[in-house]
């Protein structure tokens, strides 16, 4: 902000103890009029203090540029060009870098607050209109263009001839992208066949694209078809982009018989698709759940000298993990490392799913062990993952030094605790699991439901129901609220009388543990099958 004026004494210090001059003597200039005055201010005796510091030392459009480019915030970049074009001594000229680096300003405002950029555009404009500068190109306004709101938009890109700056078609593909973006596809394609008759523009190739990709991005197939169909008579050859394009939108209609013939008909002509427009029709087929077809076009892929690129083996290992063909994720996993790509974590975590689905536990395991050596980070939900389906498939030792390997890098989660926890009761490694137990309580964490469960299950599987009874207990008392899962595992290993006492400690725990289904459960325990037991329970329930 500008700090005002005033009036200065020759070897007075800025905090001088000096009296104040009288108000007969003290001379003021009111802010307002800072704008309109410096051609009638006194040639020395004033000062002026810059709105941003530091300011530059010996002011030209250099140095004024940098300033405005790193200007703090677009309001203080616009209150340095006024300052530098009024009340700077002396005023710098305006002059294009100047400008230039005042727009590129307000367009980078323009990414995070369109609202502000648009505010402030329109003194910079002014500013701009008036210095009436020589004619130049439209290249400074191409990124404020793109960033602005359709409609502001819209009006810089109409108003450009006021300041002597002509709209080329650069102008023109900027302003259909902010419309494009904004889905503002029906100004957009009006504008586009105005272009030529009213604008005096003629599209190109970037054009048809930025309007192709709108209509795609809205489902139009048939109308982004027309645009392709008219391009040909328009001069303008499509290129990989354009059917790239295309070929997305067939996809997303799932038309893959469409999307076929259009990718046919392209290597017909001569044209050779790159990986993008391969993998589009994978990712296609692969959606579709076509997986032989989504190989028979990677093989092709690869025939034509195209290799597949990360996302390509994504695409299909993503495919195959959903269609539980674990033999040949692990495959394309392997060939993907091998090839020097890194997969993101979430694809890893699906592969090593799928494999301990199918049994095969220790696969996983060894290919999570080549991905962490292939940089991938590791992760708790994939070693938690692992963790448990190896306890589970006997494999106790190989899940505990997993877990001491991953609590050398960093803190394992509370998933993780519980996945070893649930892992070893279930193979009846209750002792171990206990030794689990007091580490995690060691490093601050509180049992949770997933946790007491998990004893109480190993408990009564090895014939220690009252045990798990006490835990049970403890459990409630806690506020960790039971399944219906472990009522009916303790209702199925306690006698009358036990289960008796767990459901008082149900229902004195005041947390509603108790509803319908549960009460089913302790019912069906203590009446005769052999009777009719759901007279006897609806009779219980609507006491």
Not at 188 to 194: H, K
Not at 228 to 249: C, F, N, Q, R, S
Not at 322 to 349: F, H, I, N, Q
Request: glycine share 6%.
């Amino acid at each position: 902000m500008l700090r005002g004026v005033r009036r200065w004494t020759p070897g007075a210090r800025a905090f001088s103890t000096a009296p104040a001059p009288s108000p007969a003597t003290r001379t003021t200039v009111p802010v307002a009029h800072l704008a309109p005055l410096p051609a009638s201010l006194p040639e020395s005796g004033y000062t002026v203090t810059p709105p941003v510091q530091p300011w530059p030392r010996r002011l030209t459009a250099r140095s004024l540029s940098r300033l405005l480019v790193r200007a703090p915030s677009p309001d203080d970049a616009v209150l340095a060009l006024r300052h530098a074009l009024f009340q700077a001594s002396p005023p710098l000229p305006p002059s294009l870098p100047v400008f230039a680096a005042a727009l590129a300003r307000l367009s980078r405002a323009a990414a995070s607050d369109a609202d502000a950029a648009a505010r402030l555009l329109g003194p910079v404009l002014s500013l701009l209109r008036a210095a009436r500068l020589p004619a130049f190109s439209d290249r400074p306004f191409l990124p404020l263009l793109r960033a602005l709101r359709p409609l502001p938009s819209l009006r810089l890109f109409l108003s450009l001839p006021s300041f002597n700056s002509h709209p080329s078609v650069r102008s023109f593909n900027a302003l259909l992208h902010s419309l494009v973006s904004a889905r503002r596809l029906l100004l957009a394609a009006a504008l586009f066949r105005a272009a030529r008759a009213k604008l005096y523009i003629t599209p190109n190739l970037v054009s048809c694209n930025i309007l192709l990709k709108g209509l795609v991005g809205i489902g139009d197939l048939d109308a982004a078809l027309e645009v392709l169909d008219e391009m040909t008579g328009w001069g303008i050859v499509p290129d990989v982009v354009t059917y790239t394009t295309v070929l997305t939108a067939y996809c997303g209609k799932g038309d893959l018989e469409g999307a076929q013939k259009l990718f046919d008909d392209i290597v017909a002509s001569g044209r050779r698709p790159d990986v993008t427009m391969y993998t589009v029709l994978i990712d296609g087929y692969c959606l579709r759940g076509k997986l032989q077809d989504a190989a028979r076009i990677m093989d092709e892929m690869e025939a034509a000298g195209v290799q597949p690129n990360d996302i390509t083996y994504s695409v299909v290992i993503e495919a195959c993990c959903k269609e539980g063909k674990s033999a040949e994720a692990r495959d394309l996993m392997r060939e993907m490392l091998g090839a020097g790509y890194v997969p993101d974590t979430p694809l890893c975590a699906k592969v090593v799913d799928v494999l301990c689905q199918d049994g095969k536990a220790l696969e996983a395991n060894e290919m999570w062990r080549w991905m962490a050596k292939k940089s991938v980070p590791p992760d708790n939900a994939v070693t938690s993952t692992l963790i448990y389906w190896l306890c589970k498939s006997g494999m106790v030792q190989e899940a505990r030094k997993l877990f001491d390997e991953l609590e050398r890098g960093f803190t394992p989660s509370m998933l993780t605790y519980n996945s070893l926890i649930l892992g070893l009761c279930d193979n009846g490694e209750l002792q171990e699991a206990g030794k689990v137990w007091d580490d995690m309580v060691e490093r601050r964490y509180e049992p949770n439901a997933m946790t007491y469960e998990a004893f109480i299950k190993g408990f009564c599987k090895m014939g220690k129901s009252n045990e798990g009874a006490a835990l049970f207990k403890e459990m409630v008392a806690k506020g960790c609220t039971p399944s219906k899962f472990i009522y009916q595992v303790l209702v199925d290993s306690l006698s009358d009388d036990t289960v008796c006492a767990i459901v008082e400690a149900a229902a004195l725990s005041g947390q509603g543990f108790l509803d319908g289904e549960t009460w089913e459960i302790f019912i069906r325990k203590v009446v005769d099958t052999n009777e009719t037991w759901k007279q006897h329970l609806d009779l219980a329930l609507n006491m």
